[in-house]
């Protein structure tokens, strides 16, 4: 039996760069489906489900932030990329912050484009989460890999994909000191320096789920000229 092709949904209103980013997603052998605006995007997943979404930022109608926001809420795991023709820092953080997992500035090369493409599929295809522990507990936190949930002291909250590896990553490793580089491999695929913005992106994400005070983090510590320790006595302990 023939495997099945990948279905990836486009939002792009710019024609031109649509149609190219099609052919060549479907010269690698995905299913695209497009649509030109945020409001079609949101239509089509509620009746469809998606191996992965790239959604440009400024599109007619809701921009590409607010889609990302709305397709949380339906589904917390589905891998999202985005573009953007904005090179401002605080665009990316937006971005993330609205859920994308990763994200690319225009224009970019088609041959970056598809390897981002291509491993955030694997990644989402292969992972599953180490049974490190189906509930594991530090502070007012309680977080189930397997199922993709946490409970925190705001509340309940769903995870994504690569929060899930992070999280696993860091687990697997209390304690110990963890360099960008090694994170940006383990759970994006990548080490390109100027990705560590992302990463430093998605702990705050994090920090902002599970610390008492973000602003001075005791779980998720940052070790200067290095990268990040997780620790889950971090109470106790002073912060890097």
């Known amino acids: 039996m023939a495997e099945e092709q990948p279905h990836i949904l486009l939002v792009e209103d710019e024609m031109h760069l649509a149609r ?10 995905y299913r695209v489906s497009h649509v030109e605006s945020g409001e079609e995007a949101l239509e089509r997943l509620a009746i469809d489900r998606f191996a992965l979404l790239i959604i440009d930022v400024m599109l007619p109608g809701i921009d590409g ?9 339906m589904d917390a795991r589905v891998p999202i990329l985005i573009l ?10 937006i971005g993330l912050q609205s859920g994308a997992d990763d994200y ?8 970056e484009f598809l390897l981002r493409v ?5 990644r989402s295809s292969w992972y599953r989460p180490e049974p490190i522990e189906e509930g594991y507990r530090f502070g007012d936190n309680e977080i189930f890999l397997l199922s993709y949930h946490a409970r925190t002291a705001q509340g309940e909250i769903d995870l994504t994909e690569l929060e899930v590896k992070m999280l696993a990553l860091f687990f697997q490793r209390e304690g110990q000191a963890i360099t960008r ?19 430093d992106n998605f702990i705050v994400r994090l920090r902002k789920y599970f610390e008492p005070n973000p602003a001075q983090p005791v779980y998720f510590q940052t070790v200067r000229g290095v990268g990040y320790r997780f620790t889950r006595g971090g109470a106790d302990k002073v912060p890097s």
Request: with cysteine; net charge negative.
């Open 104 to 111: 690319l500035t225009k224009p970019f090369s088609l041959s």
């Open 65 to 73: 932030f607010t889609v990302c926001e709305r397709v949380r809420t």
């Open 118 to 122: 291509g491993g955030m599929l694997r």
């Open 84 to 93: 953007t023709a904005r090179a401002d820092e605080g665009d990316r953080v």
């Open 181 to 199: 580089k090694d994170i940006l491999e383990n759970v994006w695929g990548y080490t390109s320096d100027t990705e560590t913005r992302t990463l």
């Open 20 to 29: 190219g980013i099609c052919f060549n997603l479907e010269q690698e052998g």
